[in-house]
């Protein structure tokens, strides 16, 4: 008997292990859905990074530009953002920015202060040469805190450096500067030659990266298009600002009341608009509704110092793309 259920034991163990297994076409059924669930899930969540890319880097810049008049609050001095821009298709685009500090003035030694000669009779906009004595202005060139945008004080009165001849003239250790404005009785306007005393004068320098923090860059693809910037002031719009600093960046600063500092504040409205490089390629315009990518906009209100993520007008194919920001009616 036993001989005889052994067999039909075995036989039934092995009907049930084959039954309960898969066959060749079901395992290639089942692969070839789980592929097609995997390219489904990697399309989606390609699509999703994708559309993520600008509102992240909106983001990221409103919190920087928070945390830079954060900082301006915090340690009761200045302090802002420096956004490096390059030549995109035409297009001055910002894809990093670094936070900044202020340095003190240069008040160090004396300086010598010479009329040009063949300049002839002093006249409003003749530069005048400055010597330095006891200070070493190639050195701060260098270093990138002497720009076409510091000033110099010579006494009471404050002077510009004169467009264009940094880079020349510092290579001798000297600054060329026009006044700053003219007064109704010209007083400022003609420098007398002299020796200008330590304390009697001093330079402004650039602000400088702070030290203890990190760059802040955007995902791939995504920029600050300068070139659409929207200001009330057309002469110091992106490509005057780079000439004028003989750099490559802008920079926004705060003030410690948490106000936009400086030539900036006077705009009322900052508009820094967000797109995706694809669609500057493709020739599109910022605000066109038929652009292919995302775009976002970032806006400074520089008297109150509040920063938003404004909608964009994209009526009349993106003419206006402010226009929401600037007045909130889109009609």
Known sequence: MISCRQPLLEHFFISRRRASGFTLIELMVAILILGILTAATVSTLTVALDNSRVPSAARTIQAALEGARDRASHA??????????????????????????????ETAGDIEVRRDSSMG????????????????????????????????????????????????????????????YRDATGTNMDISAGFVNEGDHEVTLAPVEMADEDPISFPDGVFIDLSVLELQSPSIRPLAWGALADSDYVDIMFSPLGTVDGPLSIQGLLHLPIVEIEDVTLGFDFGDENKEGNESLVTIFTQTGQISTPPINTDNGGTDPFKLARTGITE
């Open 76 to 105: 009761n001095e200045p302090r802002g953002l420096r956004l490096y821009y390059e030549d995109v298709e035409g297009h001055y685009m910002v894809r990093s920015m670094a936070y900044l500090e202020v340095v003190e003035n």
């Open 121 to 180: 009779p002093p006249t409003w906009g003749d530069a005048d040469v400055v010597n330095g004595t006891g200070v070493n202005w190639n050195s701060l060139y260098n270093r990138g805190l002497l720009t076409e945008k510091s000033k110099v004080r010579l006494g009471n009165w404050w002077y510009h450096i004169q467009s264009g001849t940094l880079s020349s003239s510092i290579t001798s250790d000297r600054l060329r500067i026009v006044p700053e």
